[in-house]
């Protein structure tokens, strides 16, 4: 929860940096989704806290998480806001340094008696060149199709 | 532009299998942020119509995109949709089929005199398996570390 949708991103950056999934979470509603950067989809608190403080553990831990542009748009007791996030010092699974890379990362944020919160997060990959994703092999199972 | 959030992820469906770009961009307001799949951040209207026009009649012109799971939540004048999509059909650049994939796309809509328009979509490729994405070589410039 913060005071001002402005005060949003800092909070979220202050607690990766901290690595602490717990005071990042507590920025978010009890019901929030959060679509992370491959697409996994968390639907409340307490998933999210536990991914990240796992993440922030552990490929995340040396990171630096810095955020460059950060557009607010005022839609009265709503906010949506996104913010293009730098990400370095990720460690691969063999233990090697994974390259640097931006995302953007929205949210959207929901006035409450206590202040702001995030109803929604959602983070992509800025793949520098590319204008689509490509799959080499199909990613769906037969239900998928329909 | 529709009458209804419900009726959002289908009106967007049905610009997308018509090949319509202008359809598709009608949805949103003139100011509305989108950011697609590879992290590209258009920031009106004209260029979400641009953008998709462009992609339907080259890579995606033979694609059948269904949707999944929609999840809509009520904020008052402001709604959010999550919706699961498969994607088959797409070409690459050098003529082959690329394979199915599924995205999770988001929505911010609000209310208008005229109905609900987004102000906000962004996409996210789900990738099976993965917990985040892993650059393999940097992707930012030195401008971008501060």
Wanted: proline share 5%; net charge negative; no cysteine.
């Amino acid at each position: 929860m913060v005071d001002d949708p402005d005060a949003f991103v800092p909070a979220f950056v202050a607690a990766w940096m901290a690595r602490d999934g717990d005071a990042l979470a507590a920025l978010f509603a009890p019901d929030a989704d959060f679509v992370n950067v491959v697409g996994i989809w968390w639907e409340d608190r307490a998933d999210i806290a536990r991914a990240h403080s796992y993440a922030l553990r552990s490929f995340f831990a040396e990171t630096r998480l810095v955020p460059g542009r950060v557009k607010v748009r005022d839609l009265g007791d709503v906010a949506v806001i996104h913010a293009r996030m730098a990400l370095t010092g990720q460690r691969l699974p063999d233990g090697g340094r994974a390259g640097a890379r931006t995302t953007i990362l929205s949210f959207v944020l929901e006035r409450t008696s206590g202040g702001w919160q995030a109803v929604s997060a959602q983070n992509t990959d800025v793949v520098p060149g590319a204008e689509t994703r490509v799959a080499q092999d199909d990613r769906l199972s037969p239900g998928d199709y329909r």
